[in-house]
């Protein structure tokens, strides 16, 4: 594994300890965000640093792993399979946010939840995301073509 790997692991560690610290010292509604934080970046980062030596120990077999994903990422099959996913994924994302979008239009009009903000946002979302979505195609073209 790179070194970089490494580095990383330590800063989300580090970046682990500062949540707790800030979750522990400043004691408010925000703390169980905190906590949340620590999980996920102290977990993730421990995680990588046994996972890195865990490799460093096992060269050959972290090889042998290395050209198996290089074989896997370069199968013709697999790659148009990820495409097809990666396509259907986007499409029922934005499904999912059109749906939320009138799912909280609903819920305001009839005075259960004020929802112009969630809206706004989901609207906004959704725009960006088509609009990215084409960048990204455009530059794909470009780069391809």
Known sequence: MKKSSLIY??????LAGISLYIAIIFNSKMSGIFYG????LGGNGIFIIIQYFYWKKNKKKYQEKLEI??????????????????KYTYW????????????YSVLGALNILDTEHIVIYLGAYLISQVFI????????????D
């Open 9 to 14: 692991a330590l800063i989300y560690t580090i």
């Open 133 to 144: 979505g084409i960048i990204v195609f455009n530059h794909l073209l470009k780069k391809y």
């Open 69 to 86: 994903e290089e074989i896997e990422q370069n199968d013709e099959l697999k790659q148009k399979l990820r495409d097809k996913a990666g």
């Open 37 to 40: 934080m620590t999980g996920a």
């Open 92 to 103: 029922i994302g934005m499904l999912i946010v059109a749906l939320s979008i009138i799912v």
